[in-house]
Protein backbone atom coordinates (compact mmCIF):
# COMPACT_ATOMS: atom_id res chain seq x y z
CA UNK A 1 0.00 0.00 0.00
CA UNK A 2 1.02 3.53 -0.58
CA UNK A 3 2.20 5.39 2.01
CA UNK A 4 -0.46 7.53 2.90
CA UNK A 5 -0.88 10.10 5.82
CA UNK A 6 -1.92 9.09 9.41
CA UNK A 7 -5.06 11.80 9.29
CA UNK A 8 -5.90 10.07 5.53
CA UNK A 9 -5.76 6.28 7.01
CA UNK A 10 -8.00 7.57 9.67
CA UNK A 11 -10.74 8.82 7.32
CA UNK A 12 -10.60 5.94 5.13
CA UNK A 13 -11.37 3.94 7.98
CA UNK A 14 -14.35 6.44 9.02
CA UNK A 15 -15.17 5.46 5.93
CA UNK A 16 -15.73 1.67 6.09
CA UNK A 17 -17.24 2.63 9.28
CA UNK A 18 -20.17 4.81 7.39
CA UNK A 19 -20.45 2.32 4.44
CA UNK A 20 -21.39 -0.09 7.20
CA UNK A 21 -23.79 1.75 9.11
CA UNK A 22 -25.50 3.22 5.55
CA UNK A 23 -26.09 -0.31 4.36
CA UNK A 24 -26.90 -1.52 8.07
CA UNK A 25 -30.16 0.57 8.19
CA UNK A 26 -31.86 -1.59 5.19
CA UNK A 27 -29.52 -4.82 4.85
CA UNK A 28 -29.58 -8.02 7.40
CA UNK A 29 -26.15 -8.38 9.06
CA UNK A 30 -25.46 -11.66 7.33
CA UNK A 31 -26.11 -10.13 3.88
CA UNK A 32 -23.99 -7.49 4.05
CA UNK A 33 -20.72 -8.83 2.69
CA UNK A 34 -17.16 -6.66 2.68
CA UNK A 35 -17.96 -6.53 -1.18
CA UNK A 36 -21.16 -5.02 -0.71
CA UNK A 37 -19.59 -2.95 1.68
CA UNK A 38 -16.83 -1.37 -0.88
CA UNK A 39 -19.45 -0.66 -3.30
CA UNK A 40 -20.08 2.25 -1.01
CA UNK A 41 -16.83 3.61 -0.74
CA UNK A 42 -14.31 5.86 -2.64
CA UNK A 43 -11.52 2.98 -2.55
CA UNK A 44 -11.62 -0.29 -3.98
CA UNK A 45 -12.70 -3.44 -1.80
CA UNK A 46 -9.35 -5.05 -1.86
CA UNK A 47 -7.71 -1.68 -0.29
CA UNK A 48 -10.52 -2.33 2.58
CA UNK A 49 -8.08 -5.25 4.05
CA UNK A 50 -5.51 -2.77 4.91
CA UNK A 51 -8.08 -1.64 8.04
CA UNK A 52 -10.23 -4.76 8.52
CA UNK A 53 -9.86 -8.13 8.20
CA UNK A 54 -13.57 -9.47 8.41
CA UNK A 55 -16.79 -7.77 7.94
CA UNK A 56 -17.29 -8.42 11.99
CA UNK A 57 -14.35 -6.51 12.93
CA UNK A 58 -16.38 -3.69 10.99
CA UNK A 59 -19.26 -3.99 12.69
CA UNK A 60 -16.98 -4.15 15.79
CA UNK A 61 -15.41 -0.80 15.41
CA UNK A 62 -19.40 0.48 14.12
CA UNK A 63 -20.10 -0.56 17.96
CA UNK A 64 -17.23 0.50 19.54
CA UNK A 65 -18.35 4.16 18.31
CA UNK A 66 -21.65 3.98 18.93
CA UNK A 67 -20.11 3.41 22.70
CA UNK A 68 -17.71 6.40 22.38
CA UNK A 69 -20.83 8.78 21.23
CA UNK A 70 -22.96 7.10 24.53
CA UNK A 71 -20.13 8.13 26.97
CA UNK A 72 -19.75 11.34 24.90
CA UNK A 73 -23.25 12.05 25.85
CA UNK A 74 -23.49 10.94 29.44
CA UNK A 75 -20.46 13.08 29.98
CA UNK A 76 -22.41 15.98 28.95
CA UNK A 77 -25.04 14.95 31.11
CA UNK A 78 -22.75 14.61 34.28
CA UNK A 79 -21.28 18.37 33.39
CA UNK A 80 -24.44 20.09 33.07
CA UNK A 81 -26.10 19.08 36.13
CA UNK A 82 -24.93 19.46 39.54
CA UNK A 83 -27.78 17.68 41.19
CA UNK A 84 -30.19 15.26 40.23
CA UNK A 85 -33.12 13.55 41.75
CA UNK A 86 -33.35 9.85 40.98
CA UNK A 87 -36.42 9.71 38.67
CA UNK A 88 -34.77 12.48 36.79
CA UNK A 89 -31.63 10.89 36.61
CA UNK A 90 -33.51 7.84 35.50
CA UNK A 91 -35.48 9.90 32.24
CA UNK A 92 -31.52 11.77 31.66
CA UNK A 93 -29.78 8.48 31.42
CA UNK A 94 -33.14 6.73 29.02
CA UNK A 95 -32.88 10.26 26.61
CA UNK A 96 -29.25 9.34 26.57
CA UNK A 97 -29.72 5.58 25.14
CA UNK A 98 -32.71 6.29 23.38
CA UNK A 99 -30.26 8.47 21.05
CA UNK A 100 -28.71 4.79 20.34
CA UNK A 101 -30.85 2.91 18.86
CA UNK A 102 -28.08 1.40 16.35
CA UNK A 103 -25.72 0.28 19.42
CA UNK A 104 -29.00 -1.24 21.02
CA UNK A 105 -29.70 -3.29 17.75
CA UNK A 106 -25.96 -4.74 17.66
CA UNK A 107 -26.01 -5.43 21.22
CA UNK A 108 -29.10 -7.66 20.14
CA UNK A 109 -28.35 -9.22 17.20
CA UNK A 110 -25.16 -9.47 16.36
CA UNK A 111 -22.75 -8.98 19.52
CA UNK A 112 -21.53 -12.46 19.57
CA UNK A 113 -20.49 -12.77 15.61
CA UNK A 114 -18.04 -9.49 16.37
CA UNK A 115 -16.69 -10.66 19.07
CA UNK A 116 -15.73 -13.64 17.86
CA UNK A 117 -14.42 -12.98 14.20
CA UNK A 118 -12.59 -10.27 15.23
CA UNK A 119 -8.44 -10.04 15.55
CA UNK A 120 -7.63 -9.52 19.88
CA UNK A 121 -6.34 -6.16 19.73
CA UNK A 122 -9.80 -4.87 18.01
CA UNK A 123 -11.71 -6.55 20.06
CA UNK A 124 -9.15 -5.11 23.52
CA UNK A 125 -10.06 -1.71 21.78
CA UNK A 126 -13.88 -2.14 21.73
CA UNK A 127 -13.68 -3.44 25.57
CA UNK A 128 -11.96 -0.26 26.41
CA UNK A 129 -15.12 2.08 25.12
CA UNK A 130 -17.75 -0.53 26.80
CA UNK A 131 -15.56 0.28 29.69
CA UNK A 132 -15.64 3.71 29.47
CA UNK A 133 -19.65 3.12 28.97
CA UNK A 134 -19.20 1.78 32.32
CA UNK A 135 -17.29 3.76 34.40
CA UNK A 136 -18.88 7.10 33.26
CA UNK A 137 -22.57 5.38 34.25
CA UNK A 138 -20.74 4.67 37.25
CA UNK A 139 -19.93 8.57 37.52
CA UNK A 140 -23.61 9.84 37.27
CA UNK A 141 -24.05 7.19 40.20
CA UNK A 142 -21.67 8.72 42.18
CA UNK A 143 -22.50 12.49 41.48
CA UNK A 144 -26.42 12.47 41.28
CA UNK A 145 -26.76 9.29 43.94
CA UNK A 146 -24.13 10.07 46.79
CA UNK A 147 -26.51 8.15 48.93
CA UNK A 148 -25.92 4.79 47.24
CA UNK A 149 -23.49 2.42 48.77
CA UNK A 150 -20.89 0.43 46.67
CA UNK A 151 -22.46 -2.54 46.66
CA UNK A 152 -25.82 -0.83 45.13
CA UNK A 153 -23.56 0.70 42.66
CA UNK A 154 -22.18 -2.23 41.61
CA UNK A 155 -25.79 -4.35 41.55
CA UNK A 156 -26.80 -1.56 39.42
CA UNK A 157 -24.65 -2.18 36.72
CA UNK A 158 -24.65 -5.22 36.45
CA UNK A 159 -28.09 -5.40 36.47
CA UNK A 160 -28.57 -2.49 33.78
CA UNK A 161 -25.90 -3.18 31.48
CA UNK A 162 -27.05 -6.94 30.95
CA UNK A 163 -30.23 -5.28 30.85
CA UNK A 164 -29.88 -2.93 27.47
CA UNK A 165 -28.71 -6.08 25.50
CA UNK A 166 -32.41 -6.39 24.88
CA UNK A 167 -34.05 -3.33 24.97
CA UNK A 168 -33.74 -3.27 20.98
CA UNK A 169 -36.34 -6.52 20.12
CA UNK A 170 -38.77 -5.53 22.54
CA UNK A 171 -38.81 -1.80 21.19
CA UNK A 172 -38.41 -2.19 17.76
CA UNK A 173 -40.56 -4.69 16.53
CA UNK A 174 -42.22 -5.33 12.41
CA UNK A 175 -45.78 -5.17 11.46
CA UNK A 176 -45.61 -8.91 10.52
CA UNK A 177 -44.31 -9.71 14.46
CA UNK A 178 -47.21 -7.45 15.56
CA UNK A 179 -49.44 -9.30 13.34
CA UNK A 180 -48.08 -12.84 15.05
CA UNK A 181 -48.74 -11.82 18.78
CA UNK A 182 -51.98 -10.91 18.17
CA UNK A 183 -52.95 -14.43 15.93
CA UNK A 184 -51.07 -15.74 19.25
CA UNK A 185 -53.19 -14.50 21.30
CA UNK A 186 -50.18 -12.56 23.60
CA UNK A 187 -51.23 -9.57 25.47
CA UNK A 188 -48.48 -7.40 24.54
CA UNK A 189 -47.83 -3.66 25.13
CA UNK A 190 -45.15 -1.79 22.74
CA UNK A 191 -43.01 0.11 24.62
CA UNK A 192 -40.45 2.97 22.93
CA UNK A 193 -36.58 2.67 23.80
CA UNK A 194 -36.67 5.20 26.32
CA UNK A 195 -39.90 4.04 27.71
CA UNK A 196 -38.42 0.41 28.46
CA UNK A 197 -35.15 1.74 30.03
CA UNK A 198 -36.80 4.31 31.91
CA UNK A 199 -39.01 2.05 33.37
CA UNK A 200 -35.91 -0.66 34.65
CA UNK A 201 -33.52 2.29 35.39
CA UNK A 202 -36.88 3.88 38.08
CA UNK A 203 -37.07 0.25 39.20
CA UNK A 204 -33.10 -0.31 40.22
CA UNK A 205 -33.21 3.46 41.48
CA UNK A 206 -35.90 2.74 43.63
CA UNK A 207 -38.26 5.53 42.30
CA UNK A 208 -41.86 5.13 43.38
Excluded at 99 to 110: C, E, I
Aim: proline share 2%.
Amino acid sequence: MPKVSEEVLLARREEIIDACAQLYETMNFKDITLKEIGKVTTFNRTAIYNYFNTKEEIFLALMQREYDLWVADLEELLNDHDSLKRDELASALSHTLEKRSRLLKLLSMNHFDMEGNSRYENLVEFKRSYGRSMQTVRKCLDKFCPEMNEAAKQSFIYAYFPFIYGIYPYAVVTDMQKKAMAEAGVDYKYLSIYEISNNCLRKLLGVD
